[in-house]
């Protein structure tokens, strides 16, 4: 069946795949940009896109969307640093050269640790979830059934190439339309006013919200491991990761702008899913309740970024352990996910504090270790050889 | 494809859930729900039920069961309610919410925090204010209408379809509850023993959080309504444009409002807020029993009249508002907004007290119907 379907290029018009580049990669298939595209924004909004707003507000205040702005901007250059690493090796992902990089035992460990990572990242994914889904629409279902229901859909995703996978997330995009259209709907009951004084709560509060808006960007780690499977020269790729950023961030500032100026500030202090829970006050001619509606289309949005953190930490196994196939990996990954998601309780204090641990880790494997790494291969000088000829 | 089997019936027996169904036949929808206070401080609530009657033939019957129960809370009332009752009370599909005039009078919010907190409260119920009790209106029985829920909803929808009242759903109260230098309406119903109805009385004016106890009549609703730039569907107004009429009908013109644009400029000098009110209005004079509307003067003379009483009406409007501190048109946000430093010197109770209102009324008629 796979085979089949290995001539039908999922973007036959792109016009810069490589001649013959499609019949010479018998082995390994390639992702178009637009599906790279997707990759990156399906990894990015998940989970926090619904307490997003609320979060913002809870640090900077009514100027929330300044913070956003701001951390958008940092991100951008980190994503040229993290691009600048990845084009050094057009041909191999992260766990292939941080060995060749820090050394065999030493990059064994940085892989681990990034394992580890994306296994505490999906498990934070996953307890978001489950509590999100609990409290808003089923009560009375055990937090097993639904984080069990989930792990298997994305096992089932991951366990495919990634071609599959980028293929699933494109196709899926097409919700984030229904998700803009109808936050759009809101914009009928906003006020503008709301936003203003601007700039009033104080530089230091602007700031601590940069903390809270760089958090629901990180996911862009993904680059790193999918960038050698793209098509294309390192300058559309580039391109490519800068509009899927603009892309998410103007996304999370429609978001964020509509319930800044629907709640107003004092309202937003007491709702901690505004995104959802605005919707609570419209009705269609046919349908009222539009927040269940749009939970159903964000779990889809979860689903895709907890794939992601599972596909990734199933390659960070497979190859710690040189693993060829990478469906045991998987296995594995999913039942460490499993056991972590029971470790922080039920308890809301203790979940607060898992998440504000793992966020601190994203600045560490999404910021701090990809420069560090990107500064030892200038250092070393290490580049792939034969990098030019091949794509 | 035995694989593929196996999938398909593992689906189905998973996604189905068996934790977390609601059936209908469990519950009992409340459409109509009303609250009052008690004189201990007590809440009462009272709601209406419709169960539907199956008969053997054609259309179930339905029957409307109106229950109440005193408690601590609107929580507690529910808890009550709901051993009244033979099955479990589901406040899910609610249509209209009746707060009573003397809880309207205390903080609104603690009330209406059940609903906020709930995930399957419809949020997007209308609200309304009953003078005297709310389960008065909710207990009527009125002939021609089955429910009261519908009747009530209908009548909302109305005055809002007719810029009588903004259209305010428990969500989009909540905002305007919360924030300061905002106050918001609601439509102000009465019942009427007698014809056995319920009526619009215009709109009560909230302060912060807690009705003030003065009102809107009919015709300032509107007016008001129309300076904030709410126009609904349709906006009518009736007024008095001469007095030599032979009969006492001859005196007055009804216009309709056919456009209408508002805008509200707020400026400071010091700590004096100044609001320039603009509307800007094109009408249709849809009746005028003098008639004679031929001349080019004549049309002139009713609109300079129409401008005067609209001014004079909006003066009114103004007048009890500062009486109330009642801000509906959001003056205190837009200075906050515009001048924080002036806000912060202002007096939260009583601010618009000195604000200084100009309203400035521009009306067009464009048509006057098929004769002169």
Redesign the interface.
Known sequence: MKDSRRGNNSQPRTNTSRPNGNQKNQKKQKLSRRQFFFVIIQTQIGVGILSLPYDLHKAAGKDGWISLIGAGLVIAVLLILIWLLAKRFPDKHLFDYIGILLGKFLGKCVSLMYSVYFIFVASLVLILYVRMINIWILPLTPRSVLIVLMILAGLYIASSSITVLARVYTILSVLLVFLIIGFSYVLREIQLIYLFPIGTEGIMKILQGMNAGAISFLGFVVILLVYPVVKGTDKEKLWTIMTAHGFVLFFYLFTVFISFTFFGSEELKLVPAPLLYMLKAFEFTVVSRIDLFFLSIWIVSVTTSFTSYLYMSGIGFSSLFNAKRQLPALIVSAFLILFVTFLPGNEEESIIKFSTWISRGGYLFSGILPIFILIIAWVRKKKEQGSESSC | MLKKGWLVIICII?LT?C??QRNFKNVKLVLTAGFDLMEDGQINTTVSLPTILRSSDGAGQERIQVVSAIGRTPRDTRDKIDRKISNSFAA?KLEVLLVGEELAKQDLYPPLDVF?RD?RS???AKIAVVKGEASEAIRLKIEQESRISKYLGGLLQAMENTTHSPGE????I???????G?DFVLPLLRVNEEASLIEYDGLALFNERSYTGKDLDQEEAVLMMLLNGQKGKTARMTFKVREDGKQRIMNYATIHVYRSNSRINVTTSGSNVTADIKLHMRVDVIEYPKNHLETVKEVKKIKKELKKQLTQKSEEIFAKLKDTNSDVF?IG??V???Y?DVWKQLDKKNYLENVTFNPDIEIVIQQHGIIN
């Open positions: 998973l859930g934790w977390d899910s906020y995930p419809n949020l997007n759903n428990l969500q989009l909540c905002a305007e509850m919360f924030e300061p905002q959001g946000r837009r906050a907004a515009y924080p």
